[in-house]
């Protein structure tokens, strides 16, 4: 995974739990992690579930809740960092159904060893996307945050599910979106 996801998680971690906190998940972590993390590094994935799972036993806020959170944290950080993903975009909707189209399409060739999700996504109506999620790394919770802070970035209030599918591993998760006002 690319060293901002690391970097920006510590940094989260810093800010909702203190420094202390921090220091006591790298040490709890050190079998798995190295402990030292630069924006521009890439590290493995087993590294991030190390320090969550860590975090998770100090904090006892469950997994699905702190990646839900890092991914509400980690969108403010997209929307600064690329702007330019979230200029000209007429709806949510519209920027849902462009991130696997476009955004991490643009992504992996910015950074070809980025390892993305995939989405198939379609509309059941117009006020009702379903997004399926595919990813070995099992971090649906993490882009459910994601979309969560979008509907507030695109001024859009949601209700959003999700339904755990196939082998029920996490790997393969159907999303609704449903626009309630
Ligand atoms: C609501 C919008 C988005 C959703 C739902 C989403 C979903 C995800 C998920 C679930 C992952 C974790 C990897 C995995 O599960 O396999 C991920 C990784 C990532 N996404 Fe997105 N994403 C969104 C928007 C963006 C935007 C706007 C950017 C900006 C460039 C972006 C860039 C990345 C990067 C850099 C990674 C990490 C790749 C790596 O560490 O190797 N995503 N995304």
Redesign the pocket.
């Known amino acids: ?2 060293g ?2 690391f970097t920006e998680f510590l940094e989260m971690v810093e800010e909702k739990f203190g420094y202390e906190t921090v220091d006591a998940i790298l040490e709890k972590s050190q079998d798995v992690t190295d402990g030292v993390y630069t924006s521009v590094g ?1 590290y493995k ?1 087993a590294e991030l579930v190390a320090l969550i799972v860590s975090l998770s036993e100090e904090t006892k806020v469950s997994v699905p809740d702190l990646l839900h959170a890092y ?1 509400v944290y980690l ?1 403010a950080i ?2 600064r ?2 702007p330019m ?2 200029e000209h975009v007429k709806s949510m909707f519209d ?2 159904e462009n ?1 696997d189209r476009h ?2 399409k ?2 992996v060739k910015l ?1 070809p ?5 995939r ?1 198939e996504s379609y509309r059941e109506n117009e006020k009702h996307l379903v ?1 399926i ?1 595919y ?6 919770d ?3 945050g ?2 969560t ?2 509907s507030d970035h695109f001024k859009t209030k949601i209700d959003l599910t999700k339904t755990v599918l196939g082998d029920l591993s996490g790997n393969e998760v159907r999303i609704d979106i449903k626009i309630i006002e």
Do not use: C, N, W
């Open positions: 995974m690319k901002i996801v890439t994935h991914g969108f997209f929307v960092s690329y993903f979230f920027f849902l991130i955004i991490h643009e992504v950074y060893d980025a390892e993305l999700p989405f997004m999620y990813s070995q790394r099992k971090m649906v993490f882009g459910m994601l979309i802070a979008a």
